[in-house]
Each structure stands twice: as C-alpha cells, then as structure tokens.
C-alpha cells in the first residue's frame, strides 16, 4: 500500500468513526410533538373520563377534546439525528432540555410535579365549573403543609366560613384574605369541623423565595355534595387539560347539549374563579386535534398569537380568557348565533 493510499484510508476511517460519534453523541434537546387526545365527555376502560355523583346530570352529544403534547421523557436523551428531524418537522419543536427539564430535579420528582399539577387542575377545574353552574359548595381546607404556621391548628377537611371576619364565599378569597396581613401577624379563621364552630388564630409566616409574601401553609379546596371523578389515571399530567375539564363538568351538570354534537378540542389551564391561562405546545396539541377530526379548537388568549402560525386548515381557533368566555363561545357555534372571538394576526 502506497503512502498515498494509507493516508486516504485513514482519513475515511477517522471520518466514519468521528460522524459515528457525532450522530451517537447526546444532544442538550427534548422535543414536542403531537400527543393523543382524550374525549373528556366519554368514556375510558368502561367508566366516563369525568365522572360526576351527587348531582343531578344531563345528557351530552358530541366529543370535547382535551390535548397534549409528547415529550422526549426525562430519562432519554435525543441524538443529533433524531433532533435534526424533530427540527425539519414542522408540527415538532425542540427546547433546550434545562428548560423542561431542571436538572435539580430527577425523573421521579418531575413525574410527582406533573401528577400534582394534574390533580390540582382538576380541582380548580371542579371550583370554577361548580360556580358557573351555580351549584352550591362550602371553601375547605384540603392540604396543610408539614412544618407550616398551620400544622396543629388547621385540619384537612375544616370548612372555612370566614376569615378575618368576612364570609368566604369563593375558593381563592382565602389566599387573598391571608395576603392582606404583613408576614408575623396573626389571621382569624372561622371553622367549621364536624358539626362544631371554632376560631382558630394562624399567625403567618414568609413565602420561601419571598419573604414579603405572606402564608399559613394550608390549600384549598372544594366541599360539596357534588362529587367529581377523573378517571385518566395518571396517563396525562401537567395543568393545561383544566378548561377541557371545567367545561365537560359544566356540560354535564346543566340542561341542554353545550356542544350541540360539534367535535370541539383545546387546552389552558384553569384557577377556581374560571380564570383561563398559557400552556405551552400549542401548535403541537391544534395538529393532533385536527388529526383527530376537531373543527373547533379553544385557545388561551396568550397563546393566540403562536396558534396562528400551527397548520390550522379546517379547524376554527376560538379565543377565550375565561371559562365564561368559553361556554358563550359554543353557545354561540352551538346556536348559530352571537359572536365568537377567534385569533386573528
């Protein structure tokens, strides 16, 4: 073998192994793609996805969508390959992988955070669809957080009637209440446990991350005779499926089909006033609604401007900020009449 020869084999070997590298070689990425969706007015493994007792309940027609976004897992990493087609795909996106996935933070506790957000979602969800169906419900404690000013005085389940004097009469006046008073002062809840009234005096202390926010370390919930189940397991996680939940909550428990048999999808995440919010993987979640054969998609204000650039040939992308917002927008579609906010450039 010539000089010559041997040179140019070793630099084809050296290429090979170095692109073998390159193309095997982890990449700091994770990716969004279009996940399923999920017919919250139906049925999953033989029982309804929402699920509600105590309550009278009406029938229903059409199917309400909730949407999500697959995820590179936490415990897989994308190759160079793999992140060039996620890229040249235009119903994917990359994000670099710190942004979703911390790393202070392990696969485990990720998953808890998501199965946490889902579960809390749901319970605003029950709050803000209970309050537009005018249903009855008491303000409870649900949680009281370990080492907090609370512990001891606080119990889950207590119905919280006023505080500080004043009646609650909606889920988020209690947060608002606590945050009047300066951190160290002491603030008066009127309880119900059991049967028996008592005041009970919580002094708060400061938020970690803000010491100028007050706390007593307790969550709060909804106590009613209505009782909703949603029966997903822990398959999806995360905030954003609130509003789809709100609004199936809110359809059944009232007269009359609110979709009037349209095929209607979308996302946003939801407080217990019916306040609507931001997810993130909009594009991704329109493109599988549409796959799935939705003509109507629901989307957070906030993300109007970044659904207009998702393929949405032949699905209507309806606006909305409230839970309120979102039902007289189907009233509307279901009607035929009346305005329906859309995103526009």
Known sequence: MTRRTATLVTSIVVLVVSLGLVTAFPVPFVSFSPGPVKDTL???????????TGHDTFPTTGQLDLTTVSVTSPDRQLTLPQAMR???????????????YPPDQSADEVEQQNTAEMTGSQDSAVAAALQ?????????????????????KLKAGDIVLAVDGQTVTQVPQVGEFVRKHKVGENVVFLIRRGTAEQTVQVKTAATPGDETRPMVGITIGVDSQVKVTVNLGQDIGGPSAG???????????TPGALLNGKHVAGTGTIDALGQVGAIGGIQQKIAGARNDGATVFLV?????AAALHADVNGIQL?????????ISALQALADGKGDVPSCSQ
């Open 318 to 326: 309806v606006k909305i900020s409230t839970l309120t917002d979102a």
């Open 132 to 152: 537009a169906a005018k249903v009855p419900f008491h303000t409870k404690v649900s949680t009281v957080a370990d080492n907090s000013p609370a512990q001891g």
């Open 243 to 253: 509003t789809a939940f709100a609004l199936a909550i809110y359809d059944k428990l």
């Open 300 to 304: 957070p204000a906030p993300n109007c």
């Open 42 to 52: 139906g049925s999953t493994k033989n029982k309804p996805v929402v699920e509600i």
């Open 86 to 100: 996620n890229w040249l795909d235009p119903h994917h996106d990359l994000f670099p992988r710190e942004i979703i």
